[in-house]
Nanobody, 134 residues
Framework: QVHLVESGGGSVQSGGSLRLSCTATGNIYNHDCMGWFRQQPGKQREWVAVLDHENNTNHADSVKGRFTIARDNAKNTFSLQMNDLKPEDTAMYYC????????????????????????????WGQGTQVTVSS
């Protein structure tokens, strides 16, 4: 089973940048897709960006051109570079791995094409808070 730990959240003013990192330990080789998700208070979790084992990426329309997911030099670490942050980006950010143990933990990427389309994510980190002030 994979274990995920996020780091790099914080507070920033509108237009600023942050870089989130996620380190995966355990049996990571069964998880072809990795990704970043976010959740605002009172709202459902949404996908932000995903990456497959060949480093193909897919970004949600709301962050396209501003956020970039990438695998870092260490194979078991990946990042989310967030530029031109907006107040509506304020949320708890989670990294996740493909697969799941329980249906209630499952999130299915709604995209029908592109990297990790229709893939279920169900292994989650503890989350890191990002706050963007106007």
């Amino acid at each position: 089973q994979v274990h995920l730990v996020e780091s790099g959240g914080g507070s920033v003013q509108s237009g600023g940048s942050l870089r989130l990192s996620c380190t995966a330990t355990g049996n990571i080789y069964n998880h072809d897709c990795m990704g970043w998700f976010r959740q605002q208070p009172g709202k459902q979790r949404e996908w932000v960006a995903v990456l497959d084992h060949e480093n193909n990426t897919n970004h949600a329309d709301s962050v396209k051109g501003r956020f970039t997911i990438a695998r870092d030099n260490a194979k078991n670490t990946f990042s989310l570079q967030m530029n031109d942050l907006k107040p509506e980006d304020t949320a708890m950010y989670y990294c996740a791995a493909e697969g799941y143990l329980r249906n209630l933990d499952k999130y299915i990427i709604p995209e029908r094409r592109g990297a990790c389309a229709q893939i279920s994510f169900g292994y989650w980190g503890q989350g890191t808070q990002v706050t963007v002030s106007s």
